[in-house]
């Protein structure tokens, strides 16, 4: 049995077993891996950094080199039965574009977000007055891919805007987790330090 | 000729149906040269096609009968190598219209006893994978684990996935292109013109009269050897060095290391590669484009095919570059195929995928694996 990083993990109890998942920015393959091993899930991953898809493919996983800004469209409708996007729509160029094309091609939407309303990151900023620096966003504002942050109602507000439909969400603070179907108390904004929604249009 | 390659453990086959080709002319029999290495199991599934490029052949990991030089896929192909001969059995075929056993213009046409020379029909790309098709049917294998090729060869593994998916559980083209580019038909038309300006080429007909173009062979060799590396590996290896000289010459013979290396090159050839086989295959390069022959769109020819691809390109190849593999990359994507793409950093040009590039070999190794 293949221990999986927490978030990815709960990620990972999301998708239903014998379904074709696409990791959007799979990074290494760590969760396709998973996916791949003990949800007999027909995997495909896209990542933009060329190295790491060499290294998934000799793990021996079906990845290819692209860009999330400009290769979703590749896809035809509704082609995979999950779309999974972890930590990644924060660094993403068009994030409304990308959630709008994730819904195109997948049947049902994982998407993972650092969350910006999280208490600690309201705090280095109204104390400091300083760009947050937390476990989860840990580099500089000069050094960030995270172009893009958003907090929980952020997000969803952005789903609504779109008509897409949340059903279940995830959110992590200090190693727990809560579950909710559809969206999260309103207090998740503040005491979640990550959101993993479940969208289904 | 044959009986050398049967003197190196080479197989025949001698197809006695016809051959209809592309062009609707026909071929009433012919051999096909072939090497295998490993052992086919007993129900015959083990089985890996490795399909040669232009200028390769059927010695693909054991010692070249005329050059005396080792296999050219010798570190990819063999015991605990990426292409496990332990596992797999491999299979590595001349192709039609080549010049080391298989039927090709300096065979014997059967009806005139006389060599064709450039009364061979004109073969295709898929022509050539008909031939194949033909021997895994001979040799009772239903299904190839892969089907695997660098250039020419990846050409061929793209045609074998167009039109025999069913027969294939993968396929592996490396370095290549779904259809021949102005540029690419552009340095063969200066090959091919510089063996039919030979004058001992005489219109293809040199074996009759014993002679042979090898000037005008050995400068195509010259040209496309020079397309298959890259500014830097020639920086590298060669930059202004002159060739046992401590000063220019003053004169037109071989002053730098580059020249020398590169009349070597063509000098080599000569003695291994038939100039009209030469005409033949790049002509059938030339002519190789995947929509057209199957008159569909690249995303249409493999829609929903259940085959798993690997593609593999090499950052420092200018003559099948990156963007001609994504190409393929990009259409198997949008057909909802099982496709792994690697970009393989290296300056070494086309030929990276013969060098010595550990990456390609790790990747390469972990598809094979996986499958």
Request: charged share 25%.
């Amino acid at each position: 049995m293949i221990t999986l990083r927490k978030d990815l993990d709960l990620i990972a109890n999301l998708v239903e077993d014998n379904s074709k998942v696409i990791d959007i920015g799979c990074g290494n393959g760590e969760l396709l891996n998973f996916l791949n091993k003990n949800k007999n899930s027909k995997i495909q991953g896209l990542e933009i950094n060329q190295k790491k898809v060499n290294k998934c493919v000799s793990k021996g996983l079906s990845v290819i080199q692209g860009d999330a800004d400009k290769d979703l469209g590749l896809y035809p409708e509704k082609s995979f039965d999950y779309v999974i996007l972890s930590q990644t729509i924060q660094a993403t160029l068009e994030p409304k574009k990308i959630l709008t094309e994730l819904t195109r091609i997948g049947k049902r939407v994982i998407v993972s977000i650092p969350n910006f309303g999280f208490w600690k990151v309201r705090l280095d900023l109204l104390i400091k007055g300083k760009m947050p620096i937390t476990s989860k966003l840990n580099s500089t504002w000069f050094e960030t891919e995270n172009i893009h942050l958003c907090t929980i109602s952020d997000f969803t507000d952005l789903c609504d805007q779109l008509n897409l439909k949340i059903k279940q969400t995830v959110t992590i603070a200090s190693n727990k987790q809560k579950r909710f179907s559809g969206k999260p108390n309103k207090s998740e904004n503040i005491f979640a330090e990550e959101a993993i929604f479940l969208i289904q249009n | 000729m044959n009986e050398e390659h049967k003197k190196n453990d080479c197989l025949f086959y001698n197809d006695p149906e016809s051959l209809l080709l592309e062009s609707g002319q026909i071929i009433n029999g012919h051999d096909i040269a072939y090497k295998t290495y490993g052992t086919l199991n007993s129900k015959k599934d083990n089985a890996i096609l490795i399909c040669h490029a232009l200028s390769g052949d059927q010695y693909v990991a054991s010692l070249h009968p005329i050059t005396k030089k080792e296999g050219w896929w010798e570190r990819m192909v063999g015991k605990d190598k990426p292409i496990d001969t332990s596992r797999f059995f491999v299979i590595c075929i001349n192709v039609l219209g080549g010049c080391m056993g298989s039927t090709g213009p300096a065979s014997i046409n059967p009806e005139t006893n006389k060599v064709f020379a450039v009364n061979f029909p004109i073969i295709t790309i898929a022509d050539m994978v008909k031939a194949q098709v033909r021997l895994i049917d001979n040799l009772g294998i239903e299904e190839l684990v892969s089907v695997i090729g660098g250039s020419m060869g990846g050409m061929q593994a793209l045609e074998w996935a167009a039109s025999y998916p069913e027969r294939l559980k993968s396929a592996i083209p490396i370095a290549t292109s779904s259809r021949h580019t102005a540029q690419n038909i552009a340095f063969h038309e200066l090959g091919r013109q510089a063996i039919m300006a030979d004058i001992n080429w005489n219109a293809g007909n040199y074996k009759d009269q014993n002679t042979n173009p090898s000037k005008g062979l050995s400068i195509a060799r010259m040209t496309a050897h020079v397309t298959y590396l890259s500014e830097a590996s020639l920086t590298k290896k060669f930059g202004r060095k002159l060739q046992d000289k401590t000063d220019l010459g003053f004169g037109f013979d071989a002053d730098f290391q580059i020249e020398s290396y590169l009349r070597h090159q063509g000098h080599t050839f000569v003695d291994r590669f038939d100039a009209n086989s030469y005409l033949y295959i790049t002509r059938a390069m030339d002519y190789f484009d995947l929509e057209k022959t199957h008159k569909k769109s690249l995303t249409e020819i493999y829609a929903n095919s259940n085959l798993k691809f690997l593609i593999v390109s090499f950052t420092g190849d200018w003559l099948y570059p990156t963007s001609e593999n994504l190409m393929i990359v990009r259409a198997l994507s949008a057909g909802g195929v099982d496709v792994s793409f690697v970009e393989i950093e290296s300056d070494k040009g086309h030929d990276a995928f013969l060098l010595d590039e550990p990456e390609f070999d790790v990747c390469l190794d972990g598809f094979l694996k996986s499958l």
